[in-house]
């Protein structure tokens, strides 16, 4: 089924083009069926980019979903584009009162940072607190999922010797856990990240549960509130170029930064990168949506 978005949205024409199924506001109000409420908190300064990875996994499921695009009000981007937040994004402060099915929070380009030192800290802790009882399931990525495990439970993050970056085996600890349904043993997917967060504590957390992780790249995938709370430490929604162009804008930055492992042919950057996580990542996000739809109460007020 279909992923409710504003036609004017950029991704609305992207995902057109690769034949994704997307409905404008004015089709979907006139159908008969209660879409999932999934909210987005894009914390992203490659805004649309991002948007678009997101979208094109959430479209990949028979429901219907009705997205709604969040942004930080005490935080002004250098780099988003402004007119875009003020066209199709709202701040977190009018969703306060509201209840949705999931909600998405995801990385940021400031894990060198302490957490407190972030200038939105305060209201994005405000929004962990307000999905713990308005939101039926949380999905973390990156950064986010650091930022959910510290507020949440304490876990503390470090600076990793080099940044890691690039594509690396994962593993399924939990074989039965519905957002693995279907998937293989060991699986890959990128990651990119300067630090990470305390694995041992994480283990050692009666209330956390390690579902995935890596011999190289170490805790992947961690959930809590029987599942409701899901923490992801890579980027299954990355497209086959977004390492790419991390890697080159890096370079071009004159930054330390080493070629993205097992993600070029043969290490050359020279070649196209080789996709090889795109399966496992539609596959995710669908068992992801699958779960919420399964569990989610469908009066949201009973939440």
Known sequence: MPIKIPMA?????????????????????????????????????????????????????????????????SHVSRHAPQRHLEMFY?????????RFDGMIITGAP??????????????????LDYSSERVWSTLHICWGAQAGLYHRYGISKRGLAQKLFGIF????????TPLFHGFDDEFPAPQSRHTESDQDAIAAHPALTIQ????????????AREGREIYVTGHLEYDPLTLDREYRRDLAKGLSIGVPKNY?????????????????????????LNCVYQETPYNLENL
Do not use: C
């Open 264 to 288: 070029y042919p043969k290490d050359d950057p020279s070649q196209t990168p080789v996709v090889r996580w795109r399966a496992h990542a539609h596959l995710f996000f669908s068992n992801w």
């Open 90 to 98: 709202l701040n977190t402060e009018w969703i306060l009162n509201s």
């Open 212 to 223: 995935s992780e890596s011999q190289e790249a170490g805790v992947f995938i961690v959930t």
């Open 9 to 73: 949205l950029p991704a609305y024409n992207a995902l057109k083009k690769e034949n994704i199924f997307v409905m404008a506001d004015v089709r979907a109000d006139h159908q008969d069926i209660r879409p999932l409420k999934i909210a987005i908190v894009n914390l992203m300064p490659t805004t649309v980019d991002t948007e678009i990875q997101l979208l094109r996994l959430l479209s990949n499921s028979p429901l219907q979903v009705d997205i709604t695009l969040l942004s930080m009000g």
């Open 110 to 127: 400031v894990e060198t940072l302490a957490f407190e030192e972030v200038d939105y800290w305060d209201e994005l802790a405000a929004v």
């Open 169 to 176: 085996s994962h593993r399924v600890k939990e074989q039965h």
